[in-house]
């Protein structure tokens, strides 16, 4: 009897160390975009559409979504802060420029991602990444046609790619 009660004691205190090593695991470590290069993101993105006389908004989000930086240009209209937003938020929502989400959505209506909160089936937004990892996302509204908001935040992109290998 007092064997087995040695095999039960040793059984459950295996499983405590089992436990307490788990619990000391190594926390994960994540590249996350700095204040700095996303507020040069904003302001390159939104002096591209100017230069070009679009009044546009521009947004940058971080790795979780969260606004890092927001522009409402000067004349840009109500809307375009919410709509470069939620540009932004889906290119990092679904890890691809919202102009792709847009065609998704046009193939397959009934997908329902488009439903949302704060996802937009729009071009003008496009994901931030660093090597392959998406840890933010730009988005622009303003100018005439989702391909030109695209081409002032790919402008942006370009002008830091080098901070981002």
Request: hydrophobic share 40%; net charge positive; aromatic share 4%.
């Amino acid at each position: 009897m007092l064997g087995k009660s040695l095999t039960i004691v040793s059984v459950a205190l295996g499983g405590v160390i089992v436990l307490a090593s788990s619990a000391t695991a190594e926390l994960s470590t994540q590249k996350v975009l700095s204040t700095p290069t996303a507020l040069a993101i904003a302001q390159t993105a939104y002096e591209t559409c100017t230069g070009q006389g679009y009044k546009v908004s521009v947004t940058v989000v971080g790795l979780e979504g969260q606004i890092l930086a927001a522009l409402r240009g000067d004349g840009a209209s109500p809307h375009t802060l919410e709509n470069s937003q939620r540009k932004a938020y889906t290119a990092r929502t679904f890890r691809i420029p919202s102009g792709e989400f847009a065609q998704r959505v046009k193939d397959n209506p009934t997908s329902g991602q488009v439903n949302l909160s704060g996802v937009i089936a729009i071009q003008g937004g496009l994901p931030i990444k660093l090597g392959d990892a998406v840890i933010g996302a730009v988005g622009v509204s303003g100018a005439p046609g989702g391909e030109k908001d695209e081409a002032c935040a790919k402008a942006a992109l370009d002008k830091i790619a080098d901070q981002l290998k």
